[in-house]
């Protein structure tokens, strides 16, 4: 119920948002104050901006904006605390059987009629909610006062309900105790208090909880401490998150929190999980506490800071400028702008929960399937819908072990996903492709493959020993970086419906690549090895803040370069040079210790010779993992 709200509130403020009154704040004013905050350069053309409206838009910066009092007031009550609901103080979810309550709100009517987590509703006011959905949600709304009854399923036995709707003060962190020793945390934004809340929700059920379930879908932010705060619970203190500023200076974020569980973690994410939710999530991802299971997330790696009468208080008089101060790294230096957290396993909206009860539902006595991911061992509930096992086992990449057994009490066998599902009689829809097994990079093509983010040349096949056109080499990097292009196409050659156009034009966008000259970019010659080096340099510089810093170092030596350094990169031509000079750099490093960034040591590259698809899945490979973006 609860995070339906939110989301309706979200939309709300959206709309009130497009539709705001001019500003009490000046041009001149909002541009003092983006001079000494804002993250990225100003464009000449903001300073003749006739209203603080039009200088926002010209900006182009999405979370840059301007609020009335009114609408800051609004933001802060959205973002800071709870939501205001007339029901019966239940938080739920939809199943088949019925009406799930996997919370009880303090408070409501629900808990001084003793209804109780797991309780299943399955009749309102008589009418069925078997099979539950979004359309029964507002059986449970009403009026203030409003009587409702309610019949229940409990231990088997069905028992009707009177209650009386009542306002309900809605945390936005609610954390209970479900079936089989699973802590559940629902998370719609990071406030002030959602460490706190966190924090001594641990406290009460850890020692019940075999597994905590984080729920960050449709969590779009809030405050970068809380969700430090809730790390550092995970996995103790240390070092996190780093902060760059306009003029290039890093600022280390620390978590201060003791560990206060050691049990496996699943975090739940999808498109509209941002900002401090993909700080959490790649967090726990990449410090081995647990798995994130879900869609990829939304790809906010910047932070606002925000000015109002307590800040400027010459300037404000309850209205807010938001103007992005920052762009942030994860601890191993790398952005989760544009890209996004690509989780552990990569599974479709309607089955993420389900998927995550299946890894939570299980036991080491009872379970034939077991999955083996970060250090933890998840056994799979045996009762599990073969749906829901397809949607798991079709997302589990390489590094994901798999183990089954024939009976419970028997021996666990590692097989492959595929084999798994043929044991199980499940239809599954291989994401790993069926002409790479003799090919000596077929690790990093299948473990694209699994997080979508390589195309076959038809359904299955690969085709690795191809050469790459450079509209494969755009499509393929515009899909790992989550990103698009749907304007007038930049060059002569590229249609603007072919299938590239969007990668190419996207890629073009970014700087990744240019043209060949005269207006064309020539999208089906091959690639180059130093041309694919160049672009993947490029794009890890844009990815790593490391990474950048050296690149910006090289460039700054003009090609004045130590003599090691010139004869490594003499075969290189001089607009290669950098890039090639940063991916060395990133090997010889080691960088958060993984990964090569290369596909085959330099001494064994050919710069003029065309780069084969598998190679080029590998360079691909070896930076993401490198740079910690694929778990």
Not at 24 to 32: I, N, R
Not at 294 to 319: H, I, N, S
Not at 373 to 379: I, L
Not at 407 to 417: E, K, S, V
Request: aromatic share 8%.
């Amino acid at each position: 119920m609860k995070k339906m709200m939110s989301r309706l509130i979200s939309a709300l403020l959206a709309l009130v948002l497009l539709a705001a009154p001019a500003s009490a704040l000046t041009v001149e004013q909002a541009l003092e104050l983006l001079e000494e905050n804002y993250y990225y350069e100003i464009p000449q053309e903001a300073y003749g901006a006739a209203t603080v409206d039009e200088l926002i838009r010209i900006l182009g910066d999405p979370y840059t904006e301007y609020m009335t009092a009114e609408q800051y007031q609004e933001f802060l009550d959205l973002v800071e605390s709870t939501v205001d609901l007339v029901g019966i103080g239940v938080s739920v979810r939809f199943t088949g059987q019925g009406i799930l309550v996997d919370g009880v709100i303090s408070g409501g009517a629900a808990q001084e009629a003793d209804l109780r987590s797991g309780d299943l509703i399955v009749a309102v006011d008589g009418v069925s909610c078997v099979p539950a959905g979004e359309e029964h949600r507002d059986l449970l709304l009403g009026e203030e006062g409003a009587p409702v009854t309610i019949t229940v399923l409990r231990d088997g036995a069905a028992r009707d309900y009177t209650l009386s709707r009542r306002a309900v003060h809605i945390p936005n962190t609610q954390i209970s105790l479900l079936e089989g020793g699973v802590g559940y945390v629902d998370c719609d934004s990071f406030g002030t208090d959602t460490g706190a809340l966190f924090l001594q929700g641990l406290q009460e059920y850890d020692s019940q909880v075999n597994c905590w379930i984080i729920d960050l879908r449709g969590n779009s932010g809030g405050y970068t401490a809380s969700a430090l705060d809730m790390l550092g619970a995970l996995d103790g203190q240390g070092c996190y998150l780093y902060f760059e500023d306009s003029e290039g200076n890093v600022y280390p974020n620390l978590t201060y929190t003791e560990t206060v569980t050691d049990k496996p973690v699943i975090v739940l994410t999808d498109g509209g999980s941002a900002s401090a939710s993909e700080l959490l999530a790649a967090g726990v991802r990449d410090t081995g506490r647990g798995l994130t299971v879900g869609g990829r997330t939304y790809g906010k790696g910047v932070a606002q800071v925000m000015l109002d009468e307590e800040t400027d208080p010459d300037y404000f008089d309850g209205d807010s400028l938001k103007i992005t101060i920052y762009r942030f790294y994860s601890a191993a230096g790398t952005t989760t702008d544009l890209v996004g957290v690509i989780p552990t396993l990569m599974v479709d909206d309607r089955y993420t929960a389900a998927v995550a009860a299946a890894l939570s539902g299980g036991s080491e006595d009872a379970s034939i399937l077991c999955l083996v991911a970060g250090g933890h061992a998840y056994y799979v509930d045996p009762e599990a819908d073969p749906e829901v096992l397809s949607a798991l086992l079709e997302a589990v990449p390489p590094q994901v072990l798999v183990f089954f057994r024939w009976d419970a009490g028997g021996t666990f066998q590692q097989f492959t996903p595929a084999q798994a599902a043929e044991m199980l009689n499940l239809e599954l829809e291989n994401r790993w492709f069926s002409d790479v097994d003799d090919s000596p990079y077929a690790g990093a093509i299948n473990t694209l493959g699994s997080y979508l983010l390589l195309n076959g040349t038809s359904t299955g096949v690969f085709s690795p020993r191809n050469q790459l056109t450079r509209a494969q080499l755009c499509t393929m990097l515009a899909r790992i970086l989550n990103v698009g292009y749907d304007g007038p196409s930049q060059f002569s050659d590229v249609a603007e419906d072919a299938w590239y156009a969007r990668g190419v034009n996207a890629m073009a966008e970014l700087g990744l690549v240019n043209g060949v000259g005269g207006g064309r970019f020539d999208p089906d010659s091959p690639v180059t090895q130093q041309q694919f080096l160049t672009i993947l340099g490029r794009a890890a510089r844009y990815l790593n803040v490391a990474l950048d810093a050296y690149g910006d170092a090289v460039d700054a030596l003009e090609g004045d370069l130590p003599l090691s350094a010139a004869m490594m990169l003499a075969p290189y031509a001089d607009w290669a040079k950098t890039s090639v000079a940063v991916l060395v750099w990133g090997v010889e490093n080691g960088l958060n210790g993984r990964g090569d960034l290369l596909f085959a040591p330099l001494d064994q590259l050919s710069p003029s010779e065309p780069i084969l698809r598998e190679q080029a899945a590998a360079g691909l490979y070896e930076v993401l993992y490198g740079l910690s973006i694929l778990p």
